[in-house]
């Protein structure tokens, strides 16, 4: 009896190990993962990508693929994460471009908010509006000025029709008072060429971009669009200091997934992410690259896409702004 006892015992203790070694070799990740980045390569989204991507292979001990999946405002990349498997191994890098999409294009062919699983947003990139040096517009006022004197002469590159930062000028367009026709370009680094050699006065771009041309004095820098200054150009003063409240918009940037991803995924990607984003050396990268680090949760990301959702919509009618 006693020696059946033992023979018991000994099998559920093996019957234990056995369940606890199968459940730490199918503990997240096991395997590779591919992270989608909807757009092309040197953009702030693919900077985050490969930045965090590095160092996950060093936490998890697996390959992070990241996979520049580019075409149609970022749709593309992001419709092959919502019909992946909702097990953590396809995720999605995207930023505020998601939800400006269907303010211009209508019903997409997924829903931002119910087709993903939001993660944790990861940074921030303000907007800038620039001037060529040769336009001496320095500040709002300045090219209120002009404008007036001027009348229907004034034009600026934007990064795209529909993009964040076409919608944020047509809002300092109403605000302030003044006009100016859209050169939509295919991309921002395009609108900063043209805008440095003088062929349009005025661009909106990501303002990291439009950063280094301001240190040099090659560009103007007018005014950003967010509430406090941006650590790369401290000189330039904010749409908010120069009259225009409440004026904060950013490019942001997030981590998602597809939907009905398994909560103690997430939080295991969250958490490792966290750690990633609090290494010195990974916040001066992205900080030198222009992306302000961010650590929000699912429920930040969450209230961010909604609200946002709304606010494009919103400034889509009151400035007509429709697809090309």
Excluded at 134 to 150: E, F, M, V
Aim: aromatic share 6%; glycine share 10%.
């Amino acid at each position: 009896m006693k020696i059946n006892r033992l023979l018991s015992l000994a099998a559920f203790a093996a019957g234990v190990t056995l369940c606890a070694s199968a459940a730490m070799a199918q503990a997240y990740p096991s395997r590779a993962v591919r992270l989608i980045v909807p757009y092309g390569t040197g953009g702030g989204s693919d900077i985050l990508a490969r930045q965090i991507g590095a160092r996950l292979q060093m936490i998890w001990g697996q390959g992070v693929a990241v996979d520049n999946r580019t075409g149609a405002s970022g749709n593309i990349g992001t419709e092959a994460v919502v019909h992946a498997p909702a097990d953590g191994y396809t995720l999605l890098l995207q930023n505020s471009t998601m939800v400006v999409n269907p303010a211009v294009n209508g019903k997409l062919n997924y829903d931002p908010e119910k087709d993903l699983t939001p993660i944790m947003l990861l940074g921030l990139t303000p907007i800038a509006l620039v001037a060529h040096e040769g336009t001496r517009i320095k500040t709002l006022k300045d090219l209120a000025d002009y404008s007036k004197a001027n009348p229907d002469k004034l034009s600026y590159g934007s990064c795209g029709v529909g993009t964040p930062q076409h919608f944020v000028m047509e809002l300092v367009k109403q605000k302030a008072g003044f006009n100016a026709t859209n050169v939509g370009y295919k991309g921002c680094a395009p609108a900063l060429t043209d805008v440095v050699g003088g062929q349009v006065p005025l661009a909106i771009l990501s303002a990291n971009l439009a950063a280094p041309h301001i240190k040099t004095g090659k560009l103007n820098g007018i005014g950003v669009s967010t509430a406090t200054r941006y650590t790369l150009m401290p000189q330039v003063p904010t749409f908010e200091e120069q009259g225009l409240k409440p004026l904060d918009f950013t490019i942001w940037y997030a981590l998602m997934g597809p939907a009905r991803l398994p909560a103690d995924v997430v939080a295991k990607i969250h958490a490792d992410v966290q750690k990633v984003l609090a290494e010195p050396a990974v916040r001066e990268n992205l900080s030198n690259a222009g992306v302000e680090p961010l650590s929000g949760n699912a429920a930040d990301l969450t209230k961010l896409i909604r609200v946002d959702l709304a606010r494009y919509a919103a400034l889509a009618k009151s400035a007509n702004i429709k697809p090309e």
